[in-house]
């Protein structure tokens, strides 16, 4: 059973710095690209950073170029999102998501987190 279990979220002020993890078990994750989704109140859970097996490939949304930065860690099978210089409309729930391939599509071949809570006080 694959188990994706998020850590690293709390209440910081704006302008702080989080760095979430997030840990896989129960199965291989070679060949799997791994990232971060959000939720805030009230919106839809949209995308945030993605990167590849060999960590050779990231993206990002628009709104955290420059802020966040993804990476991993296969031999611990773990997942690291550093945010930097965060701001209140970062607050939300972040999910922790694999699927295997490059891509990081929503559909039913993902796999999720149970998310952890950010909040960024103003």
């Known amino acids: 059973q694959v188990q994706l279990v998020e850590s690293g979220g709390g209440l910081v002020q704006a302008g702080d710095s989080l760095r979430l993890s997030c840990a896989a078990s129960?199965?291989?994750?070679?060949?799997?690209?791994m990232g971060w989704f959000r939720q805030a109140p009230g919106k839809e859970r949209e995308f945030v950073a993605r990167i590849t097996w060999s960590g050779g490939n990231t993206h990002y949304t628009d709104s955290v170029k420059g802020r966040f930065t993804i990476s991993r860690d296969n031999a611990k099978s773990t997942v690291y999102l550093q945010m930097n210089s965060l701001k209140p409309e970062d607050t939300a729930v972040y999910y922790c998501a694999a699927r295997r391939g490059e891509r990081l599509i929503a559909d039913s071949s993902i796999y999720w987190g149970q998310g952890t809570q950010v909040t960024v006080s103003s």
């Open positions: 129960g199965r291989t994750f070679s060949g799997y690209a």
